[in-house]
């Protein structure tokens, strides 16, 4: 059996692992909750016990505030110039690094993302810390001449104490999306990780902590949503609350958060719509049609997840589809040969199940997958799964699925394909697949999603702005819009000279 409570070594047999006990991480400690409760945590692989985790109540909640809180009001992480922050955030950026390969195995662990994917995710957290260091220094505010009367410039400052609140789908990587932004703005941070998934903002807790922040700049609280994050998100000492997660959850943050007018940024759920015209380059679609669904487990909000072909080659691209659906090779995470893991808990596969019964029963054409792989008798296995001649309608093309589970039906014209793909609650990402490249354009302006990929994959520059639109959230991440909501924007006003002002009063 394998432990490790810090950066130090974590490789053991997938299935034998066990983490030591995960703390809260509250102004610099490792801690264990007032209250002195915690929660067992499961490996998707095995379901068997993978570590014990402290629960957070309100009033761990309360400390980690006032922490952040000094952190913030007194502290000298705010009143750093941006190049001493940037120098801390590369130095995160180099551990990550340094760790990589612990930091995927880890993810594979806590979530079952298969190892390939974990170490892509990893390099890429890196670079989300190393971007960030680059972008803060050169953000700058602008300045308004007004003859030589007046001078205006504006400031972009750090707003407060930032509530983080995460999903348990690709946790390293999406935390640091949020993370990395919020700290190199200077503001002071409160992450409340997802319950199934707190592996990776403990070992976040280690590196940070040896990175030299200061202590209270930065702090994990563990726990469950009702409590432990709706106690943060009610929490008057915070300014600030970027939540990823569900759509619904997202609305009941947003609503509590009224309370005490918090700012609030939300990344919310998708139902991604990919179309393939009759003129794309086919076998570069069904890579990305195939890639697009069942990479990350299918655990993916920018998943493609609905599969909308023109009429003429319909039959040709499900079955070429559909033959490659059948060969995702599901397995061991830790094996770098697979393509597919466990999904995160029992809970989710038998979510994800109820939505293959219900797909069936609603007259879905069930063409491939749909059960339990043969011979991965433990863990939270499912096959890559694949139902062709769906209708609008149907609730596995209606609702986000966030499974290996691949939906597809015909369009006639270009006309019928964007109101297919706009026919959903959600707009977070889309994917056209057209050689004509007018048609690409107007198809991808015409839907309504945050992001449109045009004969590619999901492949995103840093420095572009992400976040969808209806019901997949509020906000953008990204680039330098993301400084849009983790700093304020102050406008000074400034006379150069005196002027004219109206004499009120005057006798
Ligand atoms: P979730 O909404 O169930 O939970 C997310 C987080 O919110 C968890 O930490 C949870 O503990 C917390 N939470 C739950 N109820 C709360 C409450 N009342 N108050 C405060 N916090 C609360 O989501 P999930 O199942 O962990 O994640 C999957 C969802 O996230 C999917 O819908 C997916 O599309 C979405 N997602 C969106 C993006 C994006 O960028 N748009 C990225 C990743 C995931």
């Keep these: 059996m394998t432990t490790t409570s810090n950066t130090g070594e974590i490789f053991g047999e997938a299935g034998s692992f066990s983490h030591e006990p995960v703390f809260h991480y ?6 264990a909750g007032q209250a002195g409760r915690s929660f067992e945590t499961l490996n998707p692989a095995t379901n068997q016990p993978l570590a014990q985790v402290a629960e957070g109540l309100t009033e761990d909640i309360e400390l980690a505030v006032r922490a952040a809180r000094k952190a913030f009001d007194e502290g000298s992480w705010p ?5 001493e922050r940037a120098q801390v955030l590369m130095r995160i950026a180099e551990a990550i690094e340094a760790h990589a390969d612990e930091i995927a195995q880890l993810e594979v662990y806590d979530v079952g993302m298969p190892i390939t994917q974990a170490r892509s995710q990893a390099a890429r957290t890196a670079e989300n810390f190393r971007f960030y260091a680059r972008v803060i220094q050169n953000l700058a505010g602008e300045a308004y001449q007004v003859g030589k009367r007046f001078l205006n410039y504006t400031l972009y400052k750090p707003v407060g104490v930032a509530g983080l609140i995460m999903p348990w789908n690709t946790p390293l990587m999406l935390s640091s999306w949020r993370i990395a932004p919020a700290l190199a703005a200077g503001n002071t941070v409160v992450l409340k990780p997802a319950e199934w998934s707190p592996l990776s903002a403990d070992l976040f807790a280690h590196l940070l902590d040896e990175s030299g922040l200061p202590a209270g700049v930065f702090n994990v609280v563990h726990g469950f949503g ?4 709706a106690a943060l998100v009610a929490h008057p000492g915070v300014n600030l609350i970027a939540f990823t997660g569900e759509t619904t959850t997202g609305k009941t943050i947003m609503a509590s958060a009224a309370a005490t007018l918090k700012r609030c940024s939300v990344e919310l759920g998708g139902k991604s719509p990919v179309i393939v015209c009759a ?28 599969l909308l072909i023109e009429e003429g080659i319909y039959h040709d691209f499900v079955e070429a589809v559909a033959k490659r659906t059948a060969a995702i090779r599901v397995g ?7 393509e597919l893991g466990p999904l995160i808990h029992p809970e989710h596969l038998a979510r994800v199940q109820g939505y293959i019964a219900a797909g069936q029963q609603e007259g879905a054409r069930l063409m491939v997958g749909g059960a339990r792989p043969h011979g991965l008798t433990q863990g939270n296995y499912l096959q890559a799964t694949l139902f062709a001649d769906v209708k609008p309608g149907m609730r596995i093309f209606q609702e986000e699925i966030f499974g290996p589970v691949l939906v597809a039906m015909p369009f006639r014209d270009e006309a019928e394909a964007i109101k297919l793909a706009n026919a959903v609650r959600y707009g977070l990402a889309a994917y056209v697949w057209t050689r004509d490249i007018g048609r690409a354009h107007r198809i991808g302006q015409d839907i309504e999603a945050g992001m449109v990929w045009l004969n590619s994959q999901n492949v995103r520059d840093l420095r572009t702005p992400f976040g969808g639109v209806k019901e997949s959230g ?5 680039g330098h819009y993301a400084f849009d909501f983790y700093c304020n924007l102050q406008t000074i006003h400034m006379a150069l000279d005196r002027h004219a002002i109206p004499r009120f009063g005057v006798e």
């Design 226 to 229: 009702e409590s432990c994050g």
């Design 26 to 31: 509250i102004n610099g400690r490792f801690q």
């Design 332 to 338: 061991d995470p830790s094996d770098p040969q697979t």
């Design 279 to 306: 003129d794309a380059d086919f076998e570069q679609a069904v890579d990305a049609a195939v890639f697009g669904i069942f990479s990350l487990n299918g655990e993916r909000c920018t998943a493609g997840s609905r």
């Design 79 to 83: 009143r750093l110039s941006t190049s």
């Design 474 to 478: 509020i906000g953008h991440e990204g």
